[in-house]
């Protein structure tokens, strides 16, 4: 077997996996109705401030923000996954095989960056039209694969801490809580960027989300396809960044869990 | 009265150890932002009490439904379900006496919030009603440990209450009106939110730092404590039919 076929091979394990895990946690009726009705009230209850504003553009503004963050917020959800690895007492064994585990986490956990853009997608098509949103046709379908572009950037950046919290599992719990709250206040998704000042403006530029939910703005509101154009690939650019990151952040950490033998006991 | 106080002693003592049971607290300087925020960028700084309340309700509702369902999924991990449900005290009672600790703490959102507010945004709040907020947020503290007994119960039977634990948050955020007066919800929505402790919480709060008199204090405060002792029947029935049935086919650690 050749060493892509390999690559390829333990990916298409760790995504069956991945799936199995989900299978394990949502039935489609619990994913409608446990998390889809969180979701839709999530953005329900962002949109209902705009309408406590008196301003229909408020509204708008925070139903697309807080629909596409439901994207970002299940890319995150990553994080979860060495903790899960390492509850079950799997990490060791994974490390000391021969693939590496950043192959088998990235693929692993993809799941939840479809499930993300999916989630986010729903609940703008459900709130929109329930608030008076008009979604302009066929422009609107352009939305779809942006979306998907920031689940993934989300799933990257969360790919990246979990190779963060590696050797911390007690704040993994912590590090989901925070970030996905910080992205929430960060991002463009409830004011625009230049509430801010300008130096938290440059650092929301690397997160994942803002360029993403920029270019969504930009198709909603009409913008030129080179402004919407550019921020989408600002948003892959992201991704690939936390990515790239990941890969760093993982393989160092796994070799420093393997020579002290910390996989299994880390903080 | 004893186990109920014995139950708070001993979560105070498991936080210490344990501080994770306090970790939805490091999000709420953050909820402060974005509400805080946005009505400051609409410019209706006259909402700015709407969004200095709304992160300690969530900081409230999220700690009593997370603890209650991890109290019941720690105790079976360590071993010690079994043991405190074959003891002669009541559980139920043992539970809310372990949530309201934890709710207690909660209260710190409060410090967080304002602190936030003074700090980041130049505003500050009156307590134009310091008697009717305390009395207030000591009725809703009650009336969340109540309700999480529900929770708690869920948890004994299922190990998949956790999906739903995660799904209780916004839709009762929504319908508990704790941004967003009920009155804004659709008409069809507004009898269910009448049902929800959070929404009279949430309005009585309000009310009590506006500069106008609090009407109704009395029936107000009331019916957030008749809506929580109703969480707690329905949650003290539900557990105690649950334990009986899990002790007869001995699932208790295996639910």
């Known amino acids: 077997m050749t060493a892509l076929a390999t690559t390829v091979n333990v990916m298409h394990h760790a995504f069956r996996a991945g799936l199995a895990d989900y299978r394990a946690i949502f039935t489609w009726k619990s994913w409608l109705a446990g998390w889809m009705v969180r979701v839709i009230a999530q953005v329900a209850f962002f949109a209902l401030i705009g309408e406590r504003l008196g301003d229909d553009q408020k509204t708008f503004y925070l139903l697309v923000g807080n629909s596409i963050l439901i994207a970002a917020v299940t890319g995150i959800f990553s994080l979860n996954m060495t903790t899960g690895e390492r509850w079950a007492g799997t990490l060791p064994l994974l490390v000391a095989s021969p693939s590496s585990p950043i192959l088998v986490f990235s693929a692993r956990g993809s799941y939840l960056a479809a499930d993300g853009a999916l989630s986010a997608l729903a609940a703008l098509f459900i709130a929109g039209p329930l608030f008076g949103m008009e979604l302009p046709w066929p422009r609107v379908l352009a939305v779809v694969p942006l979306t998907a572009v920031v689940g993934l950037a989300s799933y990257c950046f969360g790919t990246f801490l979990a190779g963060i919290v590696f050797r911390f599992r007690s704040i993994n719990g912590l590090v989901v809580l925070t970030v996905t709250v910080l992205l929430m206040a960060a991002c463009g998704v409830n004011v625009p960027l230049s509430y801010y000042p300008e130096a938290l403006e440059w650092f929301s530029r690397v997160l994942p989300v803002t360029n993403g939910l920029l270019a969504i703005r930009g198709v909603l509101d009409g913008a030129d396809t080179a402004t919407i154009l550019g921020n989408a690939a600002l948003e892959a650019a992201v991704a690939v960044g936390w990515m790239t990151l990941a890969l760093a952040s993982f393989n160092r950490l796994a070799s420093r869990g393997r020579r002290d033998g910390s996989l299994d006991y880390g903080a | ?255």
């Open chain 2, 1 to 255: 009265m004893r186990t109920f106080a014995a139950g708070y002693r001993l979560q105070f003592r498991v936080i210490r150890s344990d501080p994770d049971y306090l970790m939805p607290l490091a999000t709420i300087p953050l909820f402060a932002v974005v509400f805080l925020a946005i009505v400051r960028h609409a410019g209706r700084d006259d909402l700015t009490e709407y969004a200095l309340l709304a992160p300690v309700l969530i900081a409230l509702w999220q700690l009593s439904l997370t603890v209650a369902g991890e109290i019941i999924a720690d105790d079976r991990w360590q071993g010690t379900l079994e043991p405190a449900i074959a003891a002669p005290a009541s559980f139920p009672t043992l539970v809310v006496g372990r949530v309201l600790a934890v709710t207690s703490v909660a209260l710190v959102a409060f410090v967080e919030v304002w602190a936030v507010g003074a700090g980041l945004f130049g505003v500050s709040v009156e307590f134009h009603h310091p008697v009717a907020f305390v009395l207030a947020v000591g009725a809703t503290a009650l009336a969340m440990s109540g309700t999480a007994l529900i929770m708690a119960a869920l948890f004994v039977v299922t190990r998949s209450a956790r999906t739903f634990q995660n799904s209780l948050s916004y839709p009762f955020y929504v319908l508990g009106g704790i941004l967003v007066p009920v009155s804004f919800l659709p008409e069809w929505v507004q009898p269910a939110s009448s049902a929800v402790f959070l929404s009279w919480s949430a309005d009585l709060l309000r009310d009590s730092l506006a500069p106008a008199a609090v009407d109704n204090l009395a029936y107000r405060l009331a019916m957030v404590v008749v809506l929580g002792a109703a969480g707690f029947a329905v949650g003290r029935l539900t557990l105690e039919r649950i334990l009986r049935r899990v002790r007869r086919t001995g699932e208790v650690g295996l639910a």
